[in-house]
């Protein structure tokens, strides 16, 4: 498997989380140059967005929460010589969830649509780090 191929997801991730962020930083600069909100009224982080704004930047931060184990399993994976096609196949089940989770986030925002979507996330993410620590202590030379 190339390193091109195993870096995709992870660079998948990467574009979900930063076009979140600019679609976010447009919004509140339009919110803040139409008078929508004051400068005073978000200075100090408090949740004066309309919400609209406040529906995307939730699902902006919510992809600074859970994939940071991911591209650290990733990483590990990499440097430990133990990614392998299933961690492959499970890193693309957690971004694909991900990016589906994100989508239903900044549309219906349906929390039972979301919160099902977010534990196949998570528990693809968590497979993976048992397998890379099982690896590593517990079949190091496989």
């Known amino acids: 498997m190339s390193i091109e191929a195993i870096m995709?997801?992870?660079?998948?991730?990467?574009?979900l989380t930063l076009v979140l962020?600019?679609?976010?930083?447009?919004l509140r600069i339009r919110s803040i140059r139409t008078g929508k909100v004051k400068a005073d009224q978000i200075a100090l982080r408090e949740p004066n967005w309309p919400l609209r704004v406040t529906q995307i930047g939730n699902a902006y931060h919510?992809?600074?929460?859970?994939?940071?184990?991911?591209?650290?399993?990733?990483?590990?994976?990499?440097i430990t010589n133990t990614l392998d096609v299933v961690i492959y196949m499970l890193a693309w089940m957690f971004v694909l969830s991900r990016v589906l989770h994100?989508?239903?986030?900044?549309?219906?925002?349906?929390?039972d649509r979301r919160?099902?979507?977010?534990?196949v996330g998570a528990v693809a993410l968590t497979l993976?780090?048992?397998?890379?620590?099982?690896?590593?202590?517990?079949?190091p030379s496989l």
Do not use: C, D, K
Not at 8 to 15: C, E, G, K, N
Not at 128 to 139: D, N
């Open 8 to 15: 995709l997801p992870m660079f998948t991730q990467v574009a």
């Open 21 to 26: 962020l600019y679609w976010m930083g447009y």
């Open 62 to 78: 919510n992809q600074l929460e859970l994939p940071v184990l991911f591209y650290v399993v990733m990483l590990l994976a990499l």
């Open 102 to 111: 994100a989508y239903i986030h900044v549309t219906s925002n349906r929390l």
């Open 115 to 119: 919160g099902g979507l977010f534990m």
């Open 128 to 139: 993976m780090w048992v397998i890379v620590i099982a690896r590593i202590y517990l079949f």
